[in-house]
């Protein structure tokens, strides 16, 4: 095998290419990506102000370990019959293998077009440039994204009115409880939060809500998700589902050319799961590589996720699911872990909130338990009193 190309050079395409190299390949790398800039870590754009630009990696470090990086480019099509991308400028590039890590663009629903929207470096310049006291902005969409542009916000002096058409913040991910402590701190620092509230349409100055009342504005942005990238791989008559969809090694229908990241649906846990993480693109770049070399096993990694706002850091391991009870760990007055488990006892999520590091020990023994399908005593796991860790270590 001589010829790799890696389609997306965020999180997961960057590392996917340095995880080859790692695993021995010796052949060509070709990494495309869109944006004119070197590849920079997402999380980051929506947490500070001015923008802070953290490189994935220095340019020399592509060049040491041969990787060609083709910036300010795109893909126009993939051609499966002779094994080869077709790339603007009239290039053409043979592979051997392929790796689709096109990642997500953001969702935007009818009305909304005159809003902003916060994906990329380019995005979040535009936005946070124009940020200053007693500016009003009105943020559509209570979610990681949405809620960390407040907090950059409100530190600025910024006007902040938040608007959720769920019944609570976060309602994808976080359970109620978790949310409430993140409404309360919100409105604490002065962010209007309304929920439960569809919006019609977006104006540049006023934002229209499905009962008809308006929020005045001087900037709007949409954080109401994303869809998957998967407009290349359709083209190329891949099968799509949710993403674009693959196997637990995440090969795509066709066996030479992988999909991943943000752009996959791949099976977890018995299901479909596609996830917008900056650890997992991180995590299915890597096995992606070890696949194309034929060394991977199944992907079995446990979801993790974050989010920082103000002095609070909530994280959740595995997939939250709804209908299902949570355990209350306390590990302080305003620090606490939230678990499920399944009918038969297994742990399948973790979701805790507080300040600074208070619960990372926790969600990372979680994640530990969710891992090797772990049952502890639903007694243990609610006493704050009981070393987690002890009792896993026993388990073992």
Wanted: hydrophobic share 45%.
């Amino acid at each position: 095998m001589d010829n790799i190309v890696i389609i997306g050079a965020g999180e997961c395409g960057v590392r996917a290419a340095f995880a080859l190299r790692e695993e021995g390949f010796s052949g060509r790398i070709t990494l495309v990506g869109e944006e004119p800039h070197l590849p920079y870590e997402r999380p980051p754009l929506s947490k500070n102000c001015p923008v802070a630009v953290k490189l994935i990696a220095e340019e020399s470090r592509y060049q040491d370990a041969g990787i060609e990086l083709l910036l300010g480019r795109h893909v126009e099509r993939i051609d499966r019959g002779d094994r080869s991308v077709h790339i603007s400028g009239g290039e053409r590039r043979p592979y051997d293998k392929l790796l689709i890590a096109t990642g997500a663009r953001a969702r935007c629903f009818a009305g909304m077009e005159a809003a902003l929207t916060l994906r990329n470096l380019d995005d979040a310049r535009l936005i946070l440039d124009a940020l200053r006291p007693g500016l009003r902005l009105a943020i559509i969409g209570g979610g990681f994204i949405g809620l960390e542009l407040a907090a950059t916000a409100r530190k600025l002096g910024v006007e902040v009115t938040v608007i959720e058409a769920a019944d609570h913040l976060m309602a994808r991910i976080v359970p109620g409880e978790i949310a409430a402590v993140v409404l309360k701190r919100h409105q604490a620092e002065g962010v209007k939060i309304i929920v439960g509230a569809g919006v019609t349409t977006v104006r540049e100055k006023a934002v229209r809500l499905f009962d008809d009342r308006v929020v005045e504005t001087d900037l709007v942005v949409a954080g109401v998700g994303a869809e998957p990238e998967t407009r290349l791989a359709a083209t190329a008559g891949l099968a799509i589902a949710n993403g674009i969809m693959v196997n637990e090694r995440f090969a795509t229908s066709d066996p030479d050319i992988f999909a991943a990241g943000d752009c996959c649906c791949f099976p977890f846990g018995g299901e479909r799961v596609r996830l917008e993480s900056w650890r997992a693109a991180q995590d299915q770049g890597e096995h992606a590589a070890r696949a194309m070399l034929g060394k991977a096993a199944s992907y079995a990694r446990v979801p993790w996720f974050w989010s920082d706002q103000y002095d609070l850091t909530l994280q959740v391991t595995g997939l939250p699911r709804q209908g299902l009870p949570h355990i209350r760990r306390n590990l302080s007055d305003d620090a606490f872990v939230l678990f499920q488990l399944d009918q038969s006892g297994r742990i399948v999520s973790a979701s805790g909130i507080g300040q600074g590091n208070a619960v990372a020990k926790e969600i990372k023994l979680a994640e530990m338990m969710i891992e090797r399908e772990f049952r502890p005593p639903a007694g243990e796991l609610g006493d704050p009193a009981v070393n987690l860790k002890a009792i896993l270590k026993a388990s073992s």
